[in-house]
């Protein structure tokens, strides 16, 4: 009888064992035997272009172990993006985020993920798997994307967006559509725009900082949900979000039409600038210029760091905008990308 009792009670440890490590992943204070937990960081901030390193330290070293390091996708959930796994040999990048990866190695017990030349897309949740024969734990580090959110509408007039077009419209900004979270922080920064706009999950809102009768009537302040639209048929305005330029974004003053900006900018080896890199200079180089001036898109805007009276009369530091005058007003300058 012992001999069985002992099988039964192997079998409980071995259940229970896989129970507590299956049930592990849901609990973040978990005590893990080899990965450094909490992390180093638990969020680690980069601008697009920047290198970052993911923390991930063992504090007890297996004998035989494989690192492998994945983006968690929230919209697909289950899907793992893997990014690259390495044992002590070897290293292999997988997909378009692993030709930007390496391991860190700064000694023996790092397993720190170094991603470089950050882009928009990066942004989200990374996990560092330590994969031990059948054992395996992981911690998770959030990449956050430093940028800034705006609101997007067509020139042909509000809510002409399906989802579609508003991923496309932000792209050709030199943008994405913003996440939750993004949208949420830019909220917090004071980002107050009375129309609806989607965002990357395919959901809808409108951030309100001022509560006001005809943004929501009474709702207090916060960002107002619409839910899941359809993709296809519903269309609302659209949140973009970008980050840091490579280049740098000036004004050539004049009373151009569309075609004589185009020009202005030509002559100078640049191109007009899109909305996105002019709200990235306006955030990330303080870029004050108290002028309207014709962009890309055909839109005239202009960018305030320090508010004042005469430079459109609005408290709040933003990109102003003049919406899309006819293109053959002669009364606009030319902000320029380089
Ligand atoms: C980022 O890393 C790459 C190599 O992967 C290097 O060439 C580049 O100079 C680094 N950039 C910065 C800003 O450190």
């Known amino acids: 009888m012992t001999p069985i009792r002992g ?11 896989y129970f507590i490590q299956s049930s592990a992943s849901y609990n973040p204070h978990r005590k893990l035997q080899y990965l450094l937990e909490p992390p180093v960081q638990v969020e680690v901030a980069g601008r697009r272009g920047d290198n970052v390193t993911l923390p991930c330290i063992l504090r007890i070293k297996p004998n035989h172990y494989k690192i492998k390091w994945t983006k968690l996708d929230p919209e697909h959930l289950g899907q793992q993006n893997i990014i690259m796994i390495s044992n002590a040999n070897a290293f292999k990048p997988y997909g378009p985020v692993g030709r ?7 000694h023996t017990m790092d397993a720190s993920l170094l ?4 882009e928009l897309g990066d942004d989200g949740r990374y996990q560092c798997e330590l994969i031990n024969g059948i054992e395996d734990e992981n911690i998770v580090i959030t990449l956050r994307i430093e940028g800034v959110v705006f609101p997007y509408q067509s020139q042909h007039g509000r809510y ?3 989802f579609h077009e508003a991923e496309l419209a932000c792209a050709e900004q030199d943008g994405m559509l913003a996440s939750y979270s993004q949208l949420y ?3 917090t920064e004071g980002l107050d725009w009375c129309n609806a706009g989607w965002i990357h999950d395919g959901t809808v809102h409108y951030p309100i900082v001022h509560p006001r009768p005809v943004c929501g009537g009474n709702l207090p302040a916060g960002i107002r949900s619409y839910g899941p639209k359809n993709k296809n048929h519903d ?5 973009c979000f970008t980050s840091q330029i490579p280049g740098s974004v000036f004004y050539i003053t004049g009373s151009f039409s569309y075609d004589q900006a185009v020009y202005a900018c030509k002559r100078q080896g640049s191109a007009l600038a ?4 002019l709200y990235a200079a306006w955030r990330f180089q303080k870029y004050d210029q108290c002028n309207g001036g014709w962009l890309k898109d ?5 960018p305030i760091v320090s508010p004042r009276k005469r430079c459109g009369g609005v408290p709040e530091a933003g990109v102003r905008t003049f919406g899309f005058p006819s293109k053959t007003t002669h009364l606009y300058g030319a902000y320029c990308y380089r």
């Open 100 to 106: 930007r990866a390496s391991l860190l190695r700064a």
């Open 274 to 277: 899109l909305v996105g890199q």
């Open 235 to 239: 269309r609302f305005d659209a949140f």
């Open 298 to 302: 055909g839109s005239v805007r202009f």
């Open 115 to 118: 991603l470089s030349h950050l």
């Open 160 to 162: 002409k967006f399906n």
């Open 185 to 187: 922080r830019a909220w």
């Open 7 to 17: 099988n039964f009670a192997g079998i409980l440890v071995i259940t229970l064992n």
